[in-house]
């Protein structure tokens, strides 16, 4: 059973507009939430993350908006570009967890068409 | 990849045979952990590990055992793979800050 729900499953989008990939989970005790980006044939790479303290981070063109009523946080790829096509993944943790342990959502195959 | 190379990159097997990946890192990151990639699924952990010879079980454990007798090996076994175990089998390292993980490139595992 996944705890970390991810949606949608693809998505294509024009170079420019706006990339926008959900998450959701239902263990409260999750308190650090990353994104990570995977090209073809290569390993996920930490793109960002955010704690929940705060409700939204930024980083370029990355946007991550996180709701803790919700339980929600999603990515937005702000003009996108093609170079932005690739797999993306969420995931969540507990700062508890000593081991560090990541759970991941299914995984959001993102196109940019020129 | 953060100093994580993983071998074989790619390998095809017959039902019943043992299997060993293996993950080698330079960054002398004590946590590592192993995952399988499949569609649908995301990316689910099987084992991790914090130094040599401590290890634990993750939530696809089943059908797979790991050994770390050095801090920068971390090695992966099918004791009898089926062909449910075809997948893409990642290795990845927690550093410092050890939520954040470093993937490696990845192995594919196809079993006949």
């Known amino acids: 059973q996944q705890q970390v729900k991810q949606s949608p499953q693809s998505l294509i989008v024009q170079k420019g507009g706006i990339s926008i990939i959900n998450c959701a989970y239902e263990?409260?005790?999750?308190?650090?939430f990353p994104w990570y980006q995977q090209f073809p044939g290569k390993g996920p790479a930490l793109l960002i993350a955010i704690r929940p303290d705060v409700s939204e981070k930024k980083e370029g063109r990355f946007t991550i908006s996180f709701n803790k009523s919700a339980k929600q946080f999603s990515l937005h790829i702000m003009d996108s570009q093609p170079g932005d096509s690739a797999t993306y993944f969420c995931?969540?943790?507990?700062?508890?967890?000593?081991?560090?342990?990541?759970?991941f959502g299914a995984g959001t195959q993102v196109v940019v068409t020129p | 990849d953060a100093g994580i190379t993983q071998s074989p990159r790619h390998k095809v097997t017959e039902t019943g045979t043992p299997v060993t990946l293996r993950c080698h890192q330079t960054e002398n990151h004590r946590y590592m952990y192993w995952y399988r990639q499949d569609p649908g699924h995301g990316l689910r952990l099987i084992h991790y590990s914090y130094g040599v010879k401590d290890t634990d079980k993750g939530e696809v454990s089943d059908g797979y055992s790991v050994s770390r007798s050095k801090t920068e090996d971390f090695l992966l076994t099918l004791e009898s793979a089926t062909s449910s175990q075809t997948s893409v089998y990642f290795c990845?390292?927690?550093?410092?800050?050890?939520?954040?993980?470093?993937f490696g490139p990845g192995t594919r595992l196809t079993v006949t």
């Open positions: 995931a969540a943790s507990m700062k508890s967890d000593s081991w560090g342990k990541l759970q």
């Open positions: 990845a390292t927690g550093g410092t800050i050890i939520h954040e993980q470093y």
């Open positions: 263990n409260t005790a999750f308190d650090y």
